[in-house]
């Protein structure tokens, strides 16, 4: 795949974090968990942020999927409820 840059998310302290990427493409960036796509956003910022329906399945994944959204778990529920962000298969 062309132009697609692949990243360790990071820690308050700058390490890489096994296991957690950012991968960032023309379209927008994804945040994978694993083996799993959690969620994408958009660089059309007219376009709502996708998550995948295995958006908050386990501990680890919530923790760097707020790093990634730069919110909560209740905000992000939220803006599920309200139709900002969309629930999309993913992988």
């Not at 927008?28 to 994408?40: D, K, L, M, N, R």
């Not at 998550?51 to 959204?69: A, E, G, H, M, V």
Request: glycine share 4%.
């Amino acid at each position: 795949m062309k132009n697609i840059k692949i990243e360790n998310i990071k820690s308050n302290k700058g390490n890489k974090i096994p296991n957690q990427f950012v991968l960032r493409t023309i379209d927008g960036v994804y945040f994978q968990s694993y083996q799993t796509v959690i969620a994408f956003r958009p660089v059309d910022i007219a376009l709502p942020i996708l998550l995948d329906p295995k958006w908050n399945c386990s501990r680890t994944t919530s923790k760097y999927r707020t790093i990634f959204l730069d919110e909560s778990t209740k905000e992000t529920r939220a803006k599920i409820d309200s139709g900002e962000y969309k629930i999309a298969k993913l992988n």
